[in-house]
Protein backbone atom coordinates (compact mmCIF):
# COMPACT_ATOMS: atom_id res chain seq x y z
CA UNK A 1 0.00 0.00 0.00
CA UNK A 2 1.39 3.24 -1.29
CA UNK A 3 1.67 6.36 1.91
CA UNK A 4 2.42 9.58 1.01
CA UNK A 5 4.61 11.76 3.43
CA UNK A 6 5.85 15.57 2.68
CA UNK A 7 7.91 18.08 4.73
CA UNK A 8 10.26 20.49 4.29
CA UNK A 9 7.51 23.40 4.76
CA UNK A 10 8.72 26.12 7.41
CA UNK A 11 8.35 29.76 8.09
CA UNK A 12 10.26 32.00 5.37
CA UNK A 13 10.42 35.57 3.98
CA UNK A 14 8.82 36.72 0.58
CA UNK A 15 11.45 36.55 -2.03
CA UNK A 16 13.10 33.22 -0.89
CA UNK A 17 13.04 29.52 -2.29
CA UNK A 18 11.81 26.64 -0.75
CA UNK A 19 11.96 23.16 -1.72
CA UNK A 20 9.07 20.61 -0.02
CA UNK A 21 9.47 16.57 -0.75
CA UNK A 22 7.03 14.30 -0.91
CA UNK A 23 8.21 10.54 -0.23
CA UNK A 24 6.29 7.29 -1.33
CA UNK A 25 6.10 3.95 -0.08
CA UNK A 26 5.85 0.77 -1.63
CA UNK A 27 6.84 -0.48 -5.02
CA UNK A 28 3.95 1.20 -7.57
CA UNK A 29 4.69 4.76 -6.62
CA UNK A 30 6.93 5.22 -9.31
CA UNK A 31 3.97 4.44 -11.63
CA UNK A 32 1.75 7.26 -10.25
CA UNK A 33 1.79 10.73 -11.86
CA UNK A 34 1.72 13.18 -8.49
CA UNK A 35 0.26 16.42 -7.84
CA UNK A 36 0.99 19.27 -5.58
CA UNK A 37 -2.41 21.20 -4.08
CA UNK A 38 -2.38 23.60 -1.17
CA UNK A 39 -5.25 25.15 0.68
CA UNK A 40 -5.06 28.68 2.26
CA UNK A 41 -7.07 28.91 5.48
CA UNK A 42 -11.26 29.35 4.76
CA UNK A 43 -9.89 28.48 0.78
CA UNK A 44 -10.60 25.47 -0.93
CA UNK A 45 -7.76 23.31 -1.86
CA UNK A 46 -6.20 23.83 -5.02
CA UNK A 47 -3.85 22.83 -7.23
CA UNK A 48 -0.41 23.63 -7.69
CA UNK A 49 1.81 21.58 -10.03
CA UNK A 50 2.01 17.65 -11.74
CA UNK A 51 3.91 15.47 -12.88
CA UNK A 52 3.33 12.09 -14.69
CA UNK A 53 4.81 8.88 -13.87
CA UNK A 54 8.37 9.74 -15.39
CA UNK A 55 8.00 13.29 -14.45
CA UNK A 56 8.55 13.82 -18.23
CA UNK A 57 5.21 15.97 -18.50
CA UNK A 58 4.26 18.68 -16.30
CA UNK A 59 1.69 20.91 -15.74
CA UNK A 60 1.23 24.11 -13.45
CA UNK A 61 -1.21 26.22 -12.13
CA UNK A 62 -0.96 29.74 -13.72
CA UNK A 63 -0.17 31.46 -9.87
CA UNK A 64 2.69 29.38 -9.86
CA UNK A 65 3.88 29.19 -13.60
CA UNK A 66 7.36 30.15 -13.87
CA UNK A 67 8.16 30.10 -10.14
CA UNK A 68 7.57 26.21 -8.93
CA UNK A 69 9.15 23.00 -10.30
CA UNK A 70 7.93 20.09 -9.95
CA UNK A 71 10.28 17.24 -10.57
CA UNK A 72 10.87 13.28 -9.41
CA UNK A 73 13.26 10.34 -8.64
CA UNK A 74 11.94 7.49 -8.94
CA UNK A 75 14.83 5.52 -7.67
CA UNK A 76 14.47 7.45 -4.10
CA UNK A 77 10.19 7.18 -4.64
CA UNK A 78 10.51 10.96 -4.41
CA UNK A 79 8.96 14.28 -5.80
CA UNK A 80 10.29 17.68 -5.07
CA UNK A 81 8.24 21.61 -5.83
CA UNK A 82 10.84 24.05 -5.70
CA UNK A 83 9.40 27.63 -4.46
CA UNK A 84 10.99 30.29 -6.19
CA UNK A 85 10.45 34.05 -5.35
CA UNK A 86 7.96 33.10 -2.56
CA UNK A 87 4.85 35.94 -1.83
CA UNK A 88 2.31 35.55 1.31
CA UNK A 89 0.41 34.91 -1.10
CA UNK A 90 1.17 31.50 -1.10
CA UNK A 91 0.74 30.77 2.39
CA UNK A 92 -1.11 27.59 2.75
CA UNK A 93 -0.73 24.00 3.62
CA UNK A 94 0.62 21.97 1.04
CA UNK A 95 -0.17 18.39 0.26
CA UNK A 96 0.70 15.90 -2.68
CA UNK A 97 -1.46 13.26 -3.78
CA UNK A 98 -2.43 10.76 -6.27
CA UNK A 99 -5.26 9.09 -8.31
CA UNK A 100 -3.44 6.64 -8.81
CA UNK A 101 -2.67 6.71 -12.54
CA UNK A 102 0.02 7.71 -14.83
CA UNK A 103 -1.22 10.81 -16.06
CA UNK A 104 -1.37 14.42 -14.46
CA UNK A 105 -3.80 15.22 -12.39
CA UNK A 106 -5.62 18.47 -11.08
CA UNK A 107 -8.57 18.44 -9.76
CA UNK A 108 -8.64 17.18 -6.20
CA UNK A 109 -11.81 15.21 -6.28
CA UNK A 110 -9.86 12.64 -8.47
CA UNK A 111 -7.35 12.38 -6.13
CA UNK A 112 -7.94 9.44 -3.44
CA UNK A 113 -4.86 9.15 -1.70
CA UNK A 114 -3.29 12.08 -0.07
CA UNK A 115 -0.25 12.86 2.03
CA UNK A 116 -0.51 14.52 5.71
CA UNK A 117 0.83 18.27 4.92
CA UNK A 118 3.39 20.48 5.23
CA UNK A 119 2.83 24.37 6.29
CA UNK A 120 4.54 26.77 4.60
CA UNK A 121 4.06 30.80 5.57
CA UNK A 122 5.69 33.03 4.00
CA UNK A 123 6.08 36.76 5.57
CA UNK A 124 6.95 39.90 4.06
Known amino acids: QVQLVESGGTLVQAGTTLMLSCVGSGRTFGSYGVSWFRQAPGEEREFVAACNWSGESTLYADSVKGRFIISRNNYINTVWLQMNDLTPEDTAVYYC?????????????????WGQGTQVTVYS
Open 97 to 113: GTDRSLTMQKSPERIDL
